[in-house]
């Protein structure tokens, strides 16, 4: 490695469990409020002075003064009981301190408070926007000429746009069958096969199972076969979001007879809970999203996949989008990416069968940068092993990685393991074309996805949200340009934390809190560890979740200044059958009693790139275990 | 009045167009960082340091800290390149400063960085933002114990939400009716007749034509005729967010032989653009969206909205919801809501109609501070009148006021009249029942909305997103502490605004910009103004368009240092027929040339509460008149 040391730069990087950099952060935080005001002062001295100084000495100024004085007072005293997420004692949730680049960075430009739904109120920060968004993308992989990302409030509306975008892409062939019709043109889309065929004679079921290029070359191409107005309004005649659901159903048996099962999206069990809200309010509906279960890595089971697929393709239902996590919510868990795209492909050439592939790698989208060197270039899985020099990550980690290129949307939230403040999530999509299915203007004027400058800029065009900070750009852009994408940047703290995760689960081993015992999910793929806690006295699986129930109880906000803080979740079958049922037999309890009571599980996320310990760094993992064993002891007593 | 005066206060509120206030702003930054650092330096001392001083002394430490401050610089003099909102030269888009207080709150907890989908990670700032939504409540008149509302990122979430959750409530009927035939069991609803008769027997037109509260009723009692499980489960099987539009359209079909047309959404011509967005994402459809005409103040035009009713009802179309705007985007304008009120009344007697009833009021919310009187009393037209005396509001404009507490929600923006930084929306809704309807939880196991405390603080669970910044909260929540919703904080304020947009409006009579002419819209109901600039050589309307693109060219962040900022928009036929067609007229412009070429409008938005003048204040409505004669003129030399 060439370069100042990582481990060196890593503590100038944030403010610090004792806010060691204060004066650094005070005086950039000054500089930066001092260059803003002198800003003012110089725009059109002319202009003279609106509050005098006079003013300033008026009762009505000083009694105002005293309330906001006051009353921030009380804020800051309210604040303190907040939750130290700064700590190594806060293991809970995916919550950690923010780099000292991104708060300042998001305080300088808050004080001018651009807009970023379009350039014309934020023509600094929207173009601060749109080189994160290729920043990010280059760092997974994709073709940076053909791609597009932009940020947004957080991971739930990244997710919702994804799969706004995939249904409208799904859909889009039945509309341009319809269309082609009506203007009768011949339209040639290539198929499954690779052959082009006119896409008017196709079944409803081959229409819905083009390839997302091929659909996105034939709506370039009826662009060029009529004139636009015609197929502007030939489109709106047909597509779902112009006529909308309802008459769209009716319209799919008026035009093929069989109108087919209503289409489904195919999510691993482990999928956040939020996905249910975008199926619901997208009108795709909470029962048309299946849950693949996942294998005993938390991860989504290949093969069940594949026998949902089959099964589809065996009853002719449309899979809109399979949904794929890089990091899932609860263990961190990385989806076998690779193995997905390969069921992709093997469904195409078997089963007459295609789907939109998203990643939700709101949580582990960061960890591509532990892949990639100072230049760019995607390092090896032994080369990455080496650097980091604890075993991880494993030839197919990186494989699973490296397949994020092959997504069609993925969603990363830099406000998780970017530090960045919140609101920061960031949508990818491999194809730039496919953004003009949810454009609000008439959205077939563009069908390549280029538009004019100023609508490239105009970026509440291409997306949910209208008015959104500013500030945020400027903190991610600030945060990159300081902290690269790089195994020297963002992978350099990526890997401290999986390292302080791994460090945190080897000490957990069974014995390591006697009396009681412990059973760990396997070592995660990222930064989370999860354990059940047991005692020998302890054995109805209702008295265990107590016990766990009890422990988390003492180690978490609702206790009163607790020594650590950690979470738990509750895991059901079948979804977590192959994580838990394994724990089960080891347990001795029988799978009926989880089936009906779940299994509560203790979860420790590790954001503190300090953890995982070190000379002259406290060492949090004794700490916690300290506690866990205090608590389970309390608990148990109390039982 | 009593009290200091708030014209006094005023100037306390802002950093000001020369940072007059710098120095309270630095004190107060300068505290709340570090009240934050020694939090953090109290916070388990005994754990030692993890960033030593020798570290500080690092090769890697020092570059770090180079690059940080280098490229922090650079950000710094980018942003110079932002535009001026803070001026009075600026009166383009909805974009002012903010408050003091707000800045300061949102840096002061930022740096503990609180995530407000839930208490258990953000248990200050979550308690902050159901305050602040009940303060908005309260102002706008709904009833406490049964309403309520939260923050979002932006009136586009918000005025999502507010679909999703109507949608949810018109088809519940639906549900309800099929689940009580499958559970066997009698389900009495109060009809638009006010009697009460069972849902079972109800015609698909009749179930649709339910007011929502007696929707809500239903829904509430069906859980006490059954075991919930057997409920929930007969309500998941028909239900549209459970089974998804698809299946729900071909369910009607069979259940009721008549499906009836897709439903529609009624809105003004003067909606905001983000509104097809919505019925596009949610599967409604951009043609189920209706737009009716204005009047020549820009206002929904009631008797044209009559006619879309009667229509409606005449097909057997359901109205899903009629959308009313309190403070167009473009205009100003402030719907007479009462109007629509009494047309949703009449409906229902005459037409056996009814519909969800949404006010847009993201621009125009926070006027309703104007109409109360610190105790909170709602003040008399004559009162407000005299309290601000420029012969504004008139009792209309109260009366479409008063009338947003009969709204089933309401939207309000605190990021746009309440002064806040980006990203903060607000829904409110009238009926917390009806918050079930888009719950991630199972959606009926709560239906009274009546939650178990944590649930009713895990916000996430509520709304579409999912993390968002605990810190806008703060920002609000201290902004309306030291500002109060009423008549001396943020009435005050907005009046203030009005007077400057009134002010602006009367110097820009017909000679005003001599040898040019001006054409104005009507004087504004809040803090826009609309109007062209003619010229006796400029006979054809492509010239005159023209003309004004070029005075807005030389008047916009286009231009190199603009002497000020304004806006343009582009309006057409027939939306705008009742506000154009005069000016037309006056122009001698045939109304054919205007539907080929639509008609430029330049546009002023008054952020800034001195730009009304005043002793002692730069008179910066002449100056605007300065400089768009000086605009027009180049602009004509060039033409």
Redesign the interface.
């Known amino acids: 490695m060439t370069?100042?040391?990582?481990?060196?730069?890593l503590?100038?990087?944030f403010?610090?469990?004792?806010?060691?950099?204060?004066d650094?952060?005070?005086r950039?935080?000054?500089?930066?409020?001092?260059?803003?005001?002198?800003?003012?002062?110089n725009?059109?001295?002319e202009?003279?002075?609106?509050?005098?100084e006079s003013?300033?000495r008026?009762?009505?100024?000083?009694?105002?003064?005293a309330?906001?004085?006051e009353?921030?007072q009380?804020?800051?005293a309210?604040?303190?009981?907040?939750?130290?997420?700064?700590?190594?004692?806060y293991q809970?949730?995916m919550?950690g301190?923010?780099t000292?680049?991104a708060?300042?960075?998001?305080?300088?430009?808050?004080?001018?408070?651009?807009?970023n739904v379009t350039e014309?109120?934020?023509?600094?920060?929207t173009r601060l926007e749109l080189e994160v968004a290729a920043q990010l993308a280059a760092m997974i992989g994709y073709p940076p000429d053909r791609c597009w990302g932009h940020l947004c409030?957080?991971?739930?509306?990244a997710n919702?746009e994804a799969l706004?975008i995939a249904r409208g892409v799904r859909y889009l062939p039945v509309a341009l069958a319809l269309a082609a019709r009506d203007l009768g043109v011949p339209l040639a889309v290539r198929g499954l096969d690779g052959r082009q065929a006119d896409i008017r004679g196709q079944s409803l079921w081959t229409l819905l199972n083009l390839q997302s290029d091929a659909t996105l070359d034939a709506y370039h191409l009826l662009h060029e076969s009529a004139p636009s107005s015609d197929v502007v309004a030939a489109l709106?005649a047909h597509s779902?979001?112009?006529?909308?659901?309802?008459?769209?159903?009716?319209r799919l048996v008026e035009a093929f007879g069989d109108?087919l099962p209503?289409?489904v999206v195919l999510v691993p069990a482990t999928v956040?809970?939020?996905w249910?809200?975008i199926?619901?309010?997208?009108?795709?509906?909470?029962?048309?999203m299946i849950t693949v279960p996942v294998d005993g890595s938390c991860r989504i089971d290949p093969d069940a996949l594949w026998r949902e697929l089959t099964r589809c393709a065996a009853e002719r239902t449309p899979v809109l989008a399979v949904v794929s996590v890089c990091g899932t919510t609860e263990e961190a868990a990385i989806d076998r990416l690779d193995l997905v795209v390969a069921a992709r492909e093997r469904a195409a050439r078997e089963l007459g069968l295609t789907f939109h592939l998203h990643s939700d790698a709101c949580l582990g989208g960061y960890a591509a940068a532990v892949t990639r060197a100072p230049d760019g270039r995607r390092l090896r899985a032994d080369e990455i092993r080496s650097a980091h020099g604890f075993g991880w990550p494993s030839q197919e980690w990186l494989a699973s990685i490296e397949a994020l290129a092959q997504a069609d949307s993925i969603t990363i939230?830099p406000?998780k393991l970017g530090y960045i403040?919140?609101?920061a999530g960031a949508l990818l999509i491999r194809d730039r074309r496919a953004r003009a299915l949810?454009s609000?203007d008439p959205p077939y004027l563009a069908p390549t996805g280029d538009a004019r400058p100023q609508d490239e800029r105009f970026i509440?065009r291409w997306i949910?949200?209208?008015?959104?900070?500013?500030?945020a750009a400027?903190a991610v852009?600030?945060s990159h340009?300081?902290i690269p994408l790089d195994e020297r940047g963002y992978g350099h703290i990526i890997a401290r934390t999986v390292r302080g995760a791994h460090r945190l689960h080897a000490a957990l081993e069974r014995n390591a809190l006697a009396p009681f015992g412990t059973l760990r999910f396997p070592r995660p793929d990222l930064n989370i560890v999860n354990w059940i806690v047991t005692h020998p006295s302890v054995t109805d699986l209702g008295s265990l979740n107590a016990l766990n129930d009890g422990i988390h109880a003492r180690l978490?906000?609702a206790a009163n200044d607790p020594a650590y803080y950690i979470?738990r979740t509750r895991v059901r079958p079948p979804a977590y059958d192959g994580a838990v049922v394994p724990l089960l037999a080891e347990l001795g309890v029988p799978e009926t009693e989880w089936q009906r009571e779940g299994l509560v599980v203790l979860r420790a996320v590790v954001m503190d790139p300090?953890f995982g310990g070190g000379p002259?760094?406290?060492d949090?993992v004794q700490g916690l275990l300290h506690a866990l064993k205090a608590a389970a002891t309390a608990t148990l007593e109390a039982l």
């Open positions: 370069g100042p040391a990582p481990d060196e730069a503590r100038a990087w403010l610090g469990p004792r806010a060691e950099n204060a650094l952060f005070e950039l935080i000054l500089e930066s409020l001092r260059d803003h005001v002198f800003w003012r002062r725009h059109h001295p202009d003279g002075f609106t509050i005098h003013d300033r008026r009762p009505g100024y000083d009694d105002a003064i309330r906001l004085t009353e921030l009380g804020l800051l309210a604040l303190k009981r907040d939750v130290p997420f700064f700590s190594g004692r809970g949730h919550l301190e923010q000292i680049a708060q300042v960075a998001y305080f300088a430009a808050m004080l001018y408070n651009p807009n014309e109120v934020s023509p600094v920060t409030g957080g991971g739930t509306i919702f706004w709106d779902l979001s112009a006529i909308g659901y309802q008459d769209y159903t009716r109108p209503a289409g956040h809970y939020s249910e809200k199926v619901r309010a997208l009108g795709i509906g909470a029962q048309r939230d406000h403040p919140y609101p949810v609000v509440g949910l949200e209208g008015s959104k900070p500013g500030a400027a852009w600030l340009r300081v978490s906000p979470t300090f002259r760094i406290p949090h």
